[in-house]
């Protein structure tokens, strides 16, 4: 604790007055609740008001996993899920780097292209979605005219599941690529030239200093973007609700806990709102991002002490 | 030297193909939008002939009647209240917060650090936040749905680490000279750390600005929607009418992308910090 220059005696607790608002918000809103979907996951709660509340033990769970056609569904979506993660961190962390390389080189108009990689990321998801609904539009969109010039087609996000998930994967790149790009520049931007100039000097090719100088030189970078990447992906299920909705053969788990939690649905799956159950699947997810984010961090750890020791 | 303008130059490849690359992805990156104003500015007739007929006369027809028909004031004028009431909250109570953390002025200043940084490792607030909701009767009302943006862990470490650049002996100078503790923070501090408050309180009102999750959730009244809920609402409503459905997505789009363009500085500073200290 540092000194307090602001006076003694009762003025004393005028810092602690004056902090408790901010403090009660968040512990009442998020840090409180977040904590709770434990105790919830182990009850069944439902959405409606006043109805009581029973400890149900590990039933949730149970039924989540090992309970006939609803659990066959429950883990497809988590494979989903996965493949999903593993396909946008991969491709959006090797474009965000390729990218990023491009329009950090002394060239016209890098500041141009920079604002424009960037710029949906702060679209949200309503408009990125929208905005690629009609990009992908059937009857003669632009995406279908590119198609034709190669004698393909697609129906896109009215396709069979795999094809519409996959077009979904290809907007969530699209829409967030760009932060990707701009935290390896950011990276980047953190070499220092004169070791670039050495480089040079001693006739090094371009792929030489990439590969022996600015990659290992941005380790926190390609850190950040890993984790950010992976933990980011098994959690996004927004463009889904915006481009799919709750459609068969195509949801993942954070679209599932909120179909289940809130019954909003469409299409042929229904669901009420059963919370505790809700809140089982949620901690399921919540488990799967911890152990994927926690394995990646310890590769990367040893990663990083081999390349600086 | 003086041959330097004569001897024809060598190709740089490199130059040419990296140009290559940025240019097919600045397609792809402005293709898509380039389409939306393009459809946005057409005639449905025009757009049901042919899709990607680039447009010849403007018809602003679509702007109009989205605007009029869309609900659209009322969903704009909601987003705005919910954005800028939560981010005010937000900032204020976050400053107050984060001032005396960042200083150590108060008992348990690292606790309070430590609840902030555990936040992104915990479980979804989700469920008995609507728990939560329900049972104070804040579910469908709009004083409700502005409380659960009132919080916001990253921009709070933000303002905490950017406090930590102040030299604490301003805070001794100000207070030998008779600056009481409240006058300290909104005079003198405030001004001192806006960067910081310009980054956190974009992010943050973007994040208010597009959220469609809790609007689904929360709000049922029609009146009460957000721009984003609404759209969804307008799509479900004109989804075969592109042209209009496009002149508002445009409509929901400008405010955004006007305030990127301004506080594109900020934006990327918040999405980096921390990022490359490693």
């Known amino acids: 604790m540092n000194a307090y220059h602001f006076g003694g005696g009762k003025s004393r607790w005028v810092p602690y007055a004056f902090l408790l608002p901010g403090l009660l918000l968040y512990v009442i809103i998020a840090l409180g609740p977040s904590i709770a979907t434990t105790f919830f996951s182990f009850t069944n709660a439902t959405g409606i008001q006043g109805a009581p509340i029973d400890w149900v033990g590990l039933d949730n769970f149970r039924e989540f996993l090992f309970m006939g056609q609803a659990s066959q569904d429950n883990l497809a979506a988590l494979g989903r899920t996965l493949i999903f993660s593993l396909f946008v961190t991969t491709i959006q962390f090797g474009l965000g780097l390729l990218i990023a390389v491009l329009v950090n080189q002394k060239l016209k108009g890098t500041n141009f292209f920079r604002t424009l990689y960037f710029m949906p990321v702060i679209l949200g998801a309503v408009i990125q979605g929208l905005i690629w609904s009609l990009f992908l539009y059937p009857l003669g969109g632009p995406m279908q005219s590119i198609l034709d010039i190669f004698g393909l087609s697609s129906e896109f996000f009215g396709g069979p599941p795999s094809e519409a998930f996959a077009w979904v994967i290809v907007v969530q790149i699209w829409a967030n690529m760009g932060t990707t790009m701009i935290i390896f520049l950011a990276g980047l931007q953190t070499i220092p030239s004169e070791i670039y ?78 919370q505790g159950y809700a809140a089982a699947a949620s901690i399921v997810l919540f488990f799967l991002v911890l152990v994927l984010g926690m394995t990646t961090q310890y590769f990367l750890n040893r990663r990083e002490k081999r390349i600086l020791g | 030297m003086i041959n330097k303008n004569i001897q024809r130059r060598p190709i740089k490849w490199g130059k040419v193909l990296s140009y290559a690359v940025l240019i097919i992805f600045a397609i792809i990156y402005a293709g898509p939008l380039l389409m939306l104003v393009n459809t946005s500015l057409k005639t449905l007739p025009d757009f049901m002939k042919s899709a990607t007929s680039i447009v010849t006369s403007f018809n602003f027809d679509n702007f109009v009647e989205a605007w009029n028909r869309a609900n659209f004031p ?30 150590g002025y108060i008992k348990g200043a690292k606790f309070i650090l430590l609840m902030f940084v555990v936040a992104l490792f915990l479980p979804p607030a989700l469920i008995p936040q609507f728990q939560l909701m329900l049972r104070l009767g804040l579910y469908n009302n709009p004083i409700g749905y502005i409380l659960l943006f009132t919080i916001n862990p990253i921009g709070f470490t933000i303002l905490v680490n950017y406090i930590k650049t102040i030299p604490i002996e301003l805070d001794e100078a100000a207070a030998m000279d008779g600056c009481g503790y409240f006058r300290y923070v909104t005079q003198i501090l405030f001004p001192l750390i806006r960067p910081a408050v310009a980054t956190t309180a974009v992010l943050h009102a973007i994040g208010i600005w597009n959220e469609l999750i809790l609007p689904t959730i929360y709000l049922t009244n029609q009146d009460y929607y957000p721009i984003t809920r609404g759209m969804i609402v307008f799509q479900g409503v004109y989804g075969s009418n592109w042209p209009t459905l496009a002149a508002a997505v445009l ?4 405010p955004m992308l006007l305030i990127f363009l301004l506080m594109q500085r900020y934006i990327i500073s918040g999405l980096t910090q921390g990022a490359v200290k490693g």
């Open chain 2, 74 to 103: 009322r969903y704009l004028t909601n987003t705005i209240i919910y954005t800028v009431s939560a981010t005010l909250v937000y900032i204020v109570t976050a400053i107050f917060l984060a001032f005396p953390v960042s200083r």
């Open chain 1, 197 to 274: 100039e050495a480089a040079e000097i001693d006739g090094a090719s371009k792929w030489q200093v990439f590969r022996n100088v600015t990659w290992p030189l941005m380790t926190p970078s390609v850190n950040t973007n890993l984790l950010l990447n992976i933990i980011g992906s098994l959690q996004a299920w927004q463009l889904f609700l915006v481009l799919l909705g709750y459609r068969n053969g195509t949801q993942v788990l954070g679209y599932l806990i909120y179909a289940v939690g809130f019954g909003q649905t469409s299409g042929s799956v229904t669901s009420s709102f059963r």
């Open chain 2, 251 to 254: 409509i929901m789009t400008a």
